[in-house]
């Protein structure tokens, strides 16, 4: 099984400010990872797949670099809404989601 | 447009079986890389991938759970059904259902989710 690591847990920051994330993989997964987006008591929402794909309304400012087992996703101008749970996940070998990384307003 | 929706038992004891049906609108699981899968999430915690249908009935299991899953389609009905075997605490979770994108294992479409909670 693949494990894809999360860091930080948890990422204090304020709107305006830029957000990185980091999802290292423990085998190389190509460019098969996604990034999904979770608001308390919403279902996640798909952002970037296949390392470079933004979905269907997702802003410019959502950005992905890597390949391989290292990826970070970029949020570059935080908005209100961008405050969530951030998750990776590998399509490579079987499917799995990382630990998530929590965006909290500072 | 594109909506799943969960249905099932909010609370099952120790040792049963667990039946969730999703049913979903707007696409059809007969072809052209449609998939539905199962995922879950303990609260609290990160997102665990179950099961994936896809629209030729092949289909996928989490190893670590593959002997207790059971993952079937209907299509005149639009729905997927997940079963899930001796049922313990650990499993308490949101059990969402999800539309596989088109091209990929990604999900683009996800249900509400409905809460299961194991407890006798």
């Known amino acids: 099984e693949i494990v894809l690591t999360q860091s930080p847990a948890t990422l204090s920051l304020s709107p305006g400010e830029s957000a990185t994330l980091s999802c290292r993989a423990s085998q190389s997964v190509g460019p098969s990872l996604a990034w999904y987006q979770q608001k308390p008591g919403q279902a996640p929402r798909l952002l970037i797949y296949d390392a470079s794909n933004r979905a269907p309304g997702i802003p410019a400012r959502f950005s992905v670099s890597g390949s391989g087992t290292d990826f970070t996703l970029t949020i570059s101008s935080l908005e209100p809404e961008d405050f969530a749970i951030y998750y990776c996940q590998q399509r490579s070998h079987w499917l799995t989601f990382g630990g998530g990384t929590r965006v909290e307003i500072k | 447009q594109i909506t799943l929706k969960e249905s099932g038992p909010t609370l099952v004891k120790p040792t049963q079986t667990l039946t969730l049906t999703c049913t979903f609108s707007?696409?059809?699981?007969?072809?052209?890389?449609?998939?539905v899968a199962w995922i879950r999430q303990p609260p609290g915690e990160a997102l665990e991938w179950l099961a994936l249908?896809?629209?030729?009935?092949?289909?996928r299991y989490s190893p670590s759970l593959n002997s207790r899953l059971t993952i079937t389609k209907d299509t005149s009905k639009n729905q997927v059904v997940l079963t899930m075997t001796n049922m313990d605490p650990v499993d308490t979770a949101t059990y969402y259902c999800?539309?596989?994108?088109?091209?990929?294992?990604?999900?683009?479409?996800w249900g509400q989710g409905t809460l299961v909670t194991v407890s006798s």
């Open positions: 707007g696409f059809s699981l007969t072809g052209g890389g449609q998939g």
């Open positions: 249908i896809y629209w030729n009935d092949d289909k």
């Open positions: 999800a539309h596989r994108l088109g091209s990929a294992s990604y999900f683009d479409y």
